[in-house]
């Protein structure tokens, strides 16, 4: 399967997938309770131990800091399909909501940037908040995608009928997204806000 496809099932952004019985074979469960999750997970009714929830903390506004780098640049390759968190900024909600709205604090993640492809805009090692609850190109704006087997962070720009990716740094050249290799891109998030991490002597 293609890189793409694999996240789109693995995050929801897919309902369902042609491949879900031979996926199911690798996983050792049930289709129908990989595709529906109806009955017991495997055929041997075991199910799966049960993972502690955080609880929401009220008047506490938290952003998990994924352990993935994207690319301002030509492209990171992919080397895991599995994204951990790595920690968590904690806000007020008045300060979340005046920052990222009314969104959900499970639609906005922090992921870091490497590369110069954004500058000036963004510099390499600073960090973007993401609406992951975004994967399809909506409007005009700064997007966190995966083309083919790698991470970007680009501006997505429609030109006509083909998607323009566009870095800010005038060094890289622009490329497109076309009707041709559209199945190759998988929208990952919308970057909302950057934070600088650039640090000054006094």
Known sequence: ?????????????????????????????????LSDGIGP??????????????INEPGIFRV?????????????????EFVEVLHAIEFTTDHARSLFGN??????????????SMCPTIQS??????DVSVRNFKVDGVYAFVFGQHFHVKRL????????????????????????NQDQLYIMGKAMIHESIAYNKL
């Not at 997970?41 to 199910?47: F, L, N, S, V, Y």
């Not at 998990?64 to 895991?80: K, N, W, Y």
């Not at 604090?105 to 110069?116: N, R, W």
């Open 1 to 33: 399967m293609a890189q793409p496809s694999v996240w789109k099932l693995a995050s929801g952004g897919a309902k369902g997938s042609r491949k879900t019985v031979q996926i199911a074979q690798v996983l050792g469960v049930r289709p129908e309770w």
């Open 41 to 54: 997970m495997r055929d041997d009714a075991q199910e799966p131990a049960n993972v502690p929830v955080s």
């Open 64 to 80: 998990d800091v994924l352990d993935l780098t994207f690319s301002a640049g030509p492209g990171s390759f992919m080397i895991s």
């Open 103 to 116: 969104r959900n604090q499970g639609d906005v993640k922090v992921m870091t940037v490497d590369g110069d």
């Open 125 to 130: 090692g600073d960090r973007l908040f993401f």
């Open 157 to 180: 720009q429609m030109q006509g009928l083909q998607l323009a990716v566009l870095s800010d740094n005038p060094a890289y050249k622009d490329w497109y997204v076309t009707e041709d």
